[in-house]
Each structure stands twice: as C-alpha cells, then as structure tokens.
C-alpha cells in the first residue's frame, strides 16, 4: 500500500474525524512523545516567520504562535482542516506544498509533520520548502519507519505501508538540499486496550477498511517507529 495517492488523500483528509481517532490513539502511547520534539526542534531556531505545511487542525501551528511568538502561516490542502485552523486563529490558506504560494527566502523555519509521506511529487515538495527558507533557515519534518505499527498491520492481515520518505531514506533525500541533516528518533508502543480500538484505528486510514482485527485476549501493543528530521539550509 503507499501513501501518497492524490485521492485516497483527499478523501482521508476530507474532514476531520479519520484524523482525530488516529490522534487519540496516540494519547495513549508508550515512550517519548515525537510531537514535543518536533515543537523543541523549531523553536531552538528562535524563528521569527514559520510555515507549517500540512497544518491538519492547527494545534502545532496555534502552539508555535502563542508559545514561540512567531508569525505563522500554515497550509493544507483540506478546505476542512484549513477551517478548523483559521478557528484557533491561525492564518490559514488552502495550498500544496509542491507548488507553494510564497516568494523565495520567505521563512526562518518550516515544518512538515507527517505529511511528506502523502506528497505525490517528493522531489518538488522538497525543492519547494527549500526554496521559500532563508539561508541558515531550517526545515523540520516528522516521518514513520517502515515498521511503524508492523504487529498491528500482521494482526489485521495487511500489508505494510510503503512511502518514498520513511526513517530510512528521508536523510538521503533531504541531504541533496539541505547543509545539515540531523535525526532524532523517538520509538515506543502504541497501546490499544482491546480489540475494538486497534479495529476503529484500522477503519481511519481508507487504504486499510476492508481489513478486520481478530479477536484476542488483553490489549494489542504494536511499535510506533516516528523519527524527526532536522536539516539547515545552506
């Protein structure tokens, strides 16, 4: 299965309720919490502008503006999620990330929070947050081994999902861009307290509805594998 099919992602992201299980499934989660590095990440630059792309609901976006006292502008192409975030006050707008509405050396930061990995044209995605990033600027982006969730995917009888920026080849690409590239990775488990929990997380990806989690005996533990790149413009 790969992630990056312009259509099931447009239809994943329609609204906000496949998005909002996947989250609560995470509140719950075992070992370091791959958001809060992500946000420590981007205020050690001390940005002043920041781009968010696939903002989602806005929650990072509204925490970079209040606690960092930046000047934020976050993109989705979701006309939903973009509604939810201009909600919190944010500075929303409608965008793609290959091909972004912004002149060169725009921003002292950007981040890309698990969404690299539904980006059809890689390659032009990165060129693009490249490009609207001052020199010295730096890019976060937070991505998913291969193995993320492996025992749930076996259990449920499907297949793992492939992406062209995973842990293992993200650096790769990102070096062809950027100066610096370093990788913090922040493993640990995801906890699901019964059957009907790991099903209702199998049911918010649409790639994965037609498959059925057995019945078993106690909560069903399956690895979560995040890992955030940091990477310097030169």
Same mark, same amino acid.
């Given at each position: 299965m790969t992630l990056d099919d312009p259509t099931l992602v447009r239809e994943q992201y329609a609204d906000e309720t496949r998005l909002a299980t996947r989250k609560r499934a995470h509140?719950?989660?075992? &070992?370091?919490? +791959?958001?809060?590095?992500?946000? %420590?990440? @981007? !205020? +050690?630059?001390?940005?002043?502008?920041?781009?968010? @792309? &696939?903002?989602?609901? !806005?929650?990072?976006?509204?925490?970079?503006?209040?606690?960092?006292? %930046?000047? /934020?502008?976050? /993109?989705?192409?979701?006309?939903?999620? /973009?509604?939810? %975030? %201009?909600?919190?006050?944010?500075?929303?707008? /409608? !965008?793609?990330?290959q091909a972004l509405d912004f002149a060169d050396e725009t921003f002292d930061c950007a981040v890309a929070a698990w969404m690299l990995f539904h980006v059809a044209d890689l390659d032009g995605a990165l060129d693009e947050l490249a490009r609207v990033l001052r020199p010295g600027g730096r890019l976060v982006a937070a991505t998913n081994g291969q193995d993320h969730l492996e025992e749930l995917y076996e259990l449920a009888g499907a297949a793992p999902f492939r992406s062209r920026f995973n842990s293992a080849n993200a650096e790769q690409a990102l070096q062809r861009r950027f100066r610096l590239v370093d990788r913090i990775d922040a493993h640990g488990w995801l906890v699901f307290p019964d059957r009907r929990a790991a099903q209702d997380y199998i049911d918010s990806s649409i790639s994965l509805s037609a498959h059925v989690v057995p019945a078993v005996d106690g909560p069903i533990r399956a690895r979560r594998t995040p890992s955030i790149f940091v990477a310097e413009k030169a």
């Open positions: 509140e719950s989660g075992e &070992g370091p919490d +791959a958001r809060e590095i992500v946000f %420590a990440a @981007v !205020g +050690a630059a001390s940005p002043r502008r920041i781009l968010e @792309v &696939g903002c989602g609901e !806005g929650e990072l976006a509204e925490r970079m503006s209040r606690e960092l006292r %930046a000047e /934020v502008v976050a /993109v989705d192409q979701s006309e939903r999620m /973009v509604e939810i %975030a %201009a909600g919190r006050g944010i500075d929303a707008r /409608v !965008g793609d990330v």
